[in-house]
């Protein structure tokens, strides 16, 4: 399976603090996404990276993808209370239909 | 606002009643997802539709029933079910092409008593 598997499952720091979340996978990909869930909401999604790109950055995220380490991460800086959510990696590697690890955990306190 | 509706927002329901999930996308997109999210689970994929054809079912139990009459419309149709199928029930649309993004309804939370 290429399932995204994401790392640490839980993370709780305080606001100002710099946030870094790891996915990683098992198959090759095409792309990855990340999305972020918001408590018994739906997802939304925050920023693709293709297989041929290192780093991405959209504001206060950035994203690399290590495709040797079949790895990609997720760093959220001068992190907010809003930023408190759940987030997600999901594969792509051959259809349009991206696979979803069981996320991490976000808590940013005010 | 993601552009994908979805209704009811929670429902609950005896295992002996018949019920319906409903998503609108109002993006132009071609394909639709059902997805189901249980507590400290990944995000399991029931049901793809493309150009409002069923393209993958995921082994997911005959007491859920797909149904897309158009390609802005995707309805999930429950009866019979068990406690075990409470989650939290999202749709998606996307474009089929290479890597698209994703976009969510904010799902409805069903409850089975």
């Known amino acids: 399976s290429q399932q995204g598997e994401e790392d640490p499952q839980a993370l709780s720091i305080q606001e100002g603090e710099n946030a870094t979340m790891n996915c990683s996978y098992k198959?090759?990909?095409?792309?990855l996404q990340w999305y972020r869930q918001n408590s018994g909401r739906g997802l939304v999604h925050l920023i693709l990276?293709?297989?041929?790109?290192r780093e991405k950055h959209s504001g206060r995220l950035r994203v690399t993808l290590d495709t040797s380490k079949k790895s990609s991460s997720l760093l959220i800086t001068a992190s907010r209370a809003a930023d408190t959510a759940s987030y997600f990696c999901?594969?792509?590697?051959?259809?349009?239909?991206?696979?979803f690890g069981r996320g991490t955990s976000l808590i940013v306190h005010p | 606002e993601t552009g994908v509706t979805q209704t009811p927002r929670h429902l609950v329901m005896g295992m002996t009643n018949k019920k319906s999930l409903k998503c609108e996308q109002h993006l132009g997109h071609n394909a639709m997802y059902w997805y189901k999210q249980s507590a400290k689970k990944p995000l399991e994929l029931m049901f793809v539709y493309s150009l409002e054809e069923r393209v993958e079912n995921n082994s997911v139990p005959s007491r859920f029933s797909p149904e897309c009459p158009n390609s802005s419309h995707l309805f999930l149709h429950l009866h019979t079910l068990q406690p075990e199928d409470s989650a939290l029930y999202l749709c998606?649309?996307?474009?089929?092409?290479?890597?698209?993004?994703?976009?969510f309804g904010p799902g409805t939370r069903l409850t089975v008593l």
């Open positions: 990276i293709r297989s041929n790109e």
């Open positions: 999901a594969t792509e590697g051959g259809s349009y239909i991206p696979t």
């Open positions: 198959t090759s990909i095409n792309n």
């Open positions: 998606a649309s996307s474009q089929v092409n290479f890597g698209d993004t994703q976009y």
